[in-house]
Each structure stands twice: as C-alpha cells, then as structure tokens.
C-alpha cells in the first residue's frame, strides 16, 4: 500500500494549497480518505476525512476554509487548503481509513505571517 501524498510547500498567510495524495494497492474507494496534521511539539490531529459515501466532516479550525474532495477513478484525495493562517503550519498526513489505517508520508506545509 502507498499513499503519496504531494503539494505542501510555502506560502504567505491568507493564500491557497492544493493538497493531493495518490493511493495504490488499496481498493479506493471503499476507504474513508482523510488528512491529519502534525505541528511542531503538537500531537497528530484530524483536519479534514471524507467517507466512501462522500461525506466530509472538518475540524472546527478549518471549517469554512478547507475542502477535502476524492476522484476515485485517479484513487486519489485532495484538500484544497484557503485563507491559510500561520497556525496551520505542520506536516500534513494523508489517511486511508476501514477499520485499520494505512497512512503516506507526509508533506510540510508553511504558512509565513
């Protein structure tokens, strides 16, 4: 199982980025796809999953500002990250979730103020 995930980088406080993570050797799209984060000193936490139905739930702090949407012809997920504030710098995981997880390497995002 591999879960590439692509797209961080750096970029100044109130702009955009697309996150992207592309699975194989899993069956796409009868997992829950999510992304979590992980800041310095900070434990992992949840930002943003999306069902195999296509429902999505977000963490109160990116809500109104994130978008997690999944092509499962590509078997791939995206969150598509708005209005970006300093405190969402962290490294960003990609998640593939039923009943156990498998999860990709991450990709540091920087927000600069």
């Known amino acids: 199982v591999q879960l590439q995930a692509s797209g961080g980088g750096l970029v100044q406080a109130g702009g955009s980025l697309r996150l992207s993570c592309a699975a194989s050797g899993i069956i796409f799209r009868h997992y829950t796809m999510g992304w979590y984060r992980q800041a310095p000193g900070k434990q992992r936490e949840l930002v943003a999953r999306i069902s195999s139905g296509g429902i999505t739930n977000y963490a109160d702090s990116v809500k109104g500002r994130f978008t997690i949407s999944r092509d499962n012809a590509k078997a791939t997920v995206y969150l598509q990250m708005n209005s970006l504030k300093p405190e969402d710098t962290a490294v960003y995981y990609c998640?593939?979730?039923?009943?156990?997880?498998?999860w990709g390497q991450g990709t540091l995002v920087t927000v600069s103020s």
């Open positions: 998640n593939a979730d039923r009943g156990y997880s498998f």
